[in-house]
């Protein structure tokens, strides 16, 4: 019965983003942002400043989007081992972010410090990932199964928040050591 519950829910989120996708509305959205970018319309609007800063080597840029970036996670981390599970999400995203920038400038860098560097951010995010993933369990198991009375039921939900909960725990000592990898 949970099975067949979870199942319909997926199906149904897996239908709506297909909707999303490929709605009228999503199509003239994504040429009306192509057709903006190759007319480069946006770029006869820029202050002196901004058109400076364009023309700038990236380098510099990039250094200070990292930079920053990486100031955030450092934020964010602090006490980690005290961080209730929404600081862990918002650790998590600014991990994401990170990632994703260091991900697009990496061509800039050595190759062997940027992927050292990307393996690291990306196995903190899939750690921090299956932690949200764990803590979030309780609230759909009980979603999918609210309808489903019965004992095996109950049972099954037990055993999932059960599993879901010492998962948390490992992936957290997981997570203290990965993190200080990182750091380092």
């Keep these: ?11 149904a989120a897996t239908r709506q983003a297909r909707r999303a996708v490929g709605s009228r509305r ?12 190759a007319a480069e319309e946006w ?6 400043a901004s058109r400076a800063a364009l023309a700038a080597p990236v380098d510099a840029f990039a250094a200070r989007v ?18 209730p599970p929404a600081g862990l999400h918002r650790l998590r995203i600014a991990i994401k972010k990170l990632r994703y920038a260091a991900d ?10 940027a992927r050292e560097m990307l393996t690291g951010l990306a196995r903190l995010q899939d750690i921090l990932g299956a932690m949200n993933d764990a803590s979030t369990v309780d609230g759909l ?3 999918a199964s609210g309808r489903a009375p019965g004992r095996a039921v109950a049972e099954a939900r037990g055993i ?13 000592r997981e997570l203290g050591l990965t993190w200080k990898t990182f750091r380092d």
């Design 66 to 83: 990292l930079d920053r970036r990486r100031a955030q996670v450092a934020k964010r981390g602090r006490r980690l081992r005290q961080l």
């Design 26 to 37: 999503y199509q003239r959205a994504m040429l009306r942002l192509g057709a903006w970018l």
């Design 141 to 143: 198991v009980r979603g």
């Design 104 to 113: 697009f400038f990496a061509p800039l860098y050595a190759e062997n410090r």
């Design 160 to 172: 999932l928040v059960g599993w879901s909960r010492g998962r948390a725990a490992a992936l957290k």
């Design 43 to 48: 770029a006869s609007g820029l202050h002196e």
């Design 1 to 11: 019965v949970l099975t067949r519950e979870c199942e319909i829910l997926r199906r």
